[in-house]
């Protein structure tokens, strides 16, 4: 059973900075790419970045583009979102997503494993 437990979440006001952190373990697969998503409420689960197995391809939304990082520390089975300059807008849940091919994808249903989430709240 794969296991993905988010962490870092916390409530900050606008302009902060969080960083997130998605441990995976066990791994019974050679690669696997990861994305993190957030859903507010009321609102659908969406797309926040991902990233691939070597780290060589990261995707974004636009909204988080240029204020977001995402990274990953293989040896560590660990993937971290650096999230700056955090906006209200941010505020949501934010899940970790295991996709057992490698490759980054931006819809939901193509992830495999899911964590638990951490909820991030940014006040104004």
């Known amino acids: 059973q794969v296991q993905v437990a988010e962490s870092g979440g916390g409530l900050v006001q606008a302009g902060d900075s969080l960083r997130l952190s998605c441990a995976v373990s066990?791994?019974?697969?050679?690669?696997?790419?990861v994305g993190w998503f957030h859903q507010a409420p009321g609102k659908e689960r969406e797309f926040v970045s991902g990233?691939?197995?070597?780290?060589?391809?990261?995707e974004y939304a636009d909204s988080v583009k240029g204020r977001f990082t995402i990274s990953r520390d293989i040896a560590k089975n660990t993937i971290y979102l650096q999230m700056n300059n955090l906006k209200p807008e941010d505020t949501a849940v934010y899940y970790c997503?295991?996709?057992?091919?490698?490759?980054?994808?931006?819809?939901?249903?193509?992830?495999?494993?899911w964590g638990q989430g951490t909820q991030v709240t940014v006040s104004s």
């Open positions: 997503a295991v996709k057992r091919n490698g490759v980054v994808a931006d819809i939901a249903n193509e992830y495999d494993y």
């Open positions: 066990p791994t019974f697969f050679d690669k696997y790419a």
């Open positions: 990233i691939s197995w070597s780290g060589a391809r990261t």
